[in-house]
T-cell receptor, first 112, second 117 residues
Framework: AQSVTQLDSQVPVFEEAPVELRCNYS??????LFWYVQYPNQGLQLLLK??????LVKGINGFEAEFNKSQTSFHLRKPSVHISDTAEYFC??????????FGAGTRLFVKA | NAGVTQTPKFRVLKTGQSMTLLCAQD?????MYWYRQDPGMGLRLIHY???????AKGEVPDGYNVSRLKKQNFLLGLESAAPSQTSVYFC????????????????FGPGTRLTVL
């Protein structure tokens, strides 16, 4: 069975600092990987996704993630965060089916 | 193009009451999903549908029923609400291109905050 572990429940960071949100998954077969963002009082929206090909995936708002098959990880990074990046971030895995499994989420707090 | 809309946005129920949450999408997506979001647990799939007239159980289906009579609508029903069903409910829809093997970007509604007293 597939599962997703987000290693940090909360990540505080100062504005303009770099940030990494960690995600590990477990699956016995090839998967598709996603990062979604949820701003306060809103639904989730897609940041980026990995389907195949290049292991470095670029998304919206300057975020990128790297797929590491040997470490079964899909960490999200941004070189310089803004106050507006304060949100909850969800890593998700789809094992080529109709159901996507979401991690528990990481709350990113960007401080001035 | 409204995307995915949910009705109502907020609701307070007493234990034992029933209600229906409505989800509508105008993107002609085949697949629709109902999730619940609880603190520290992420999103958990309640039920889903891969097309009009079809539904299937997800991870936490007990206490909920669903119907997909029209392609654009996906209803979630609570027959006898319990305090454990206090949560934020999200509907989502997706389009899975043929040959993609199931890789789907899900589009989410704004959520319904339900409190059961």
């Amino acid at each position: 069975a597939q599962s997703v572990t987000q290693l940090d429940s909360q990540v505080p960071v100062f504005e303009e600092a770099p940030v990494e949100l960690r995600c590990n998954y477990s699956s016995s077969v090839s998967v598709y990987l996603f990062w979604y963002v949820q701003y306060p009082n809103q639904g989730l929206q897609l940041l980026l996704k990995y389907l195949s090909g290049s292991t470095l995936v670029k998304g919206i708002n300057g975020f990128e993630a790297e797929f590491n098959k040997s470490q079964t990880s899909f960490h999200l990074r941004k070189p310089s965060v803004h106050i507006s990046d304060t949100a909850e971030y969800f890593c998700a895995v789809n094992q080529r089916g109709f159901k996507t499994i979401f991690g528990a989420g990481t709350r990113l707090f960007v401080k001035a | 193009n409204a995307g995915v809309t949910q009705t109502p946005k907020f609701r307070v129920l007493k234990t034992g009451q029933s209600m229906t949450l409505l989800c509508a999408q105008d993107m002609n997506h085949e697949y629709m999903y109902w999730y619940r979001q609880d603190p520290g647990m992420g999103l958990r799939l309640i039920h889903y549908s891969v097309g009009e007239g079809t539904t299937a159980k997800g991870e936490v289906p007990d206490g909920y029923n669903v119907s997909r009579l029209k392609k654009q609508n996906f209803l979630l029903g609570l027959e006898s609400a319990a305090p454990s069903q206090t949560s934020v409910y999200f509907c989502a829809s997706s389009y899975v291109p043929s040959g993609s093997g199931g890789a789907d970007t899900q589009y989410f509604g704004p959520g319904t905050r339900l409190t059961v007293l």
